[in-house]
């Protein structure tokens, strides 16, 4: 018998205290391409939405005196007009103002010493934390005679997903001259599908404590073994950039202070200094711009080649087979059932006419999309 504790009341927090502060996401990189900036507001917790910052004027200046401009393509995401790279003679200083007339500049900002992504690669292992699966590492060096080196360190991964219970055949309701369920060819379209997720965290790495130049088996990615998302294929794109030892030290700050998915949510106690300041004192501005050099590789592998004779990671759904009788209409109208097999006398099963699974078992694009992806290679 549990004791009784009495009512037990909703907890709602409130931040009496809470200041919206712009965020700026901003790095320029050596890459001939348009360039980006994201413009946000800080938010409370308890928020759902991130509040992107619209109407904005944002520019970047070159100190041989070049002005490239941005336009906003997407609410908070500016992109400018033009592509340009990042040359190593140059500086190159941020200007953003917003709508409501307040104005932000960084310091001038310089590309640090190149950086080689030497090799990614991939491992099974066992983490610190007793977990096997694969890990994702890489390799870096920076030029002979560099003291020491800086890495922040971005993915995109992109996995095959097969449907395990795809069937040729699926139900569809024709609505006359009354609702019915008939049975029609599969499109080969859900069978088969690909995702792709980028990487939501601060990973970040240094020489500066090595007896060498190089940084080698620098882990990016853990995925366990039991997740779903190597059951076939998987890729992953790494993109490494060389930071200047201020950057360094403001995203590994960042690192410190960051709690939730974002790493710009709500301000921590002692406000984080980036290198971009408002035009009057008491104008609060968190972020910073960066101008870096960047090396990428990619790599793929399969299950097979490291889980050889192993059964594959439970699907992401068990999928339960059911033979549902009521509302069968409106469970294949809605889409939220796949086909498996007619039902048939003493399967045990129940007595609905077909068996069915949920949708996310017999129909990939639930989980993903059909289009093979432009890199991928099998």
Not at 12 to 41: C, G
Not at 127 to 146: H, K, R
Not at 156 to 174: G, M, N, S
Not at 225 to 238: A, F, G, P, Q, T
């Amino acid at each position: 018998m549990f004791p009784n504790y009495g009512c037990i009341e909703e907890f709602n927090a409130e931040f009496e205290d809470f200041e919206s502060t712009l965020v700026i996401e901003a790095t320029i990189t050596d890459e001939y391409k348009p360039q980006e900036v994201l413009l946000s507001r800080t938010y409370r917790i308890q928020d759902e939405d991130i509040q992107m910052e619209s109407g904005a004027v944002v520019s970047v200046v070159s100190s041989d005196g070049q002005e490239f401009l941005f336009q906003e393509q997407d609410k908070g995401k500016y992109v400018s007009n033009t592509s340009f790279a990042a040359l190593p003679q140059l500086t190159y200083q941020l200007a953003v103002e917003t709508q409501d007339g307040k104005s932000y500049n960084s310091t001038a900002m310089g590309l640090p010493e190149v950086a080689r992504l030497d090799s990614v690669y991939a491992k099974r292992f066992t983490n610190d934390l007793g977990e096997n699966g694969m890990g994702i590492f890489v390799d870096a060096s920076v030029p002979s005679g560099t003291t020491s080196g800086f890495y922040r360190y971005e993915y995109e991964e992109t996995y095959k997903i097969v449907a395990p219970f795809w069937d040729p055949v699926e139900l569809e309701v024709v609505e006359t001259p009354s609702p019915h369920i008939v049975k029609v060819p599969r499109s080969l379209d859900e069978r088969v599908c690909y995702a792709s997720f980028d990487s939501n965290r601060i990973i970040l790495a240094d020489t500066e404590d090595l007896d060498r130049d190089s940084a080698e088996n620098i882990l990016v990615r853990f995925i366990p073994s039991n997740d779903y998302i190597i059951s076939h294929r998987y890729s992953i794109l790494v993109r490494q950039y060389s930071l200047s030892t201020q950057a360094h030290a403001f995203f590994e700050t960042l690192n410190e202070f960051s709690t939730n998915e974002s790493v710009f949510s709500e301000t921590q106690p002692g406000f984080l200094q980036g290198n971009v300041s408002g035009n009057t004192d008491d104008e609060k501005v968190l972020g910073y711009f960066d101008v870096v050099n960047v090396d990428e590789k990619r790599i793929f592998f399969n299950y097979s080649d490291f889980y050889p004779m192993e059964d594959l990671p439970p699907y992401v759904d068990p999928c339960h087979l059911n033979v549902p009788t009521i509302g069968l209409i409106d469970l294949v109208r809605w889409d939220w059932v796949k086909y498996i097999d007619d039902n048939f006398i003493g399967s045990g099963l129940g007595s609905g006419p077909y068996i069915t699974v949920p949708q996310v078992c017999g129909d990939c694009t639930a989980l993903g999309t059909p289009e093979v992806p432009e890199f991928w290679i099998e």
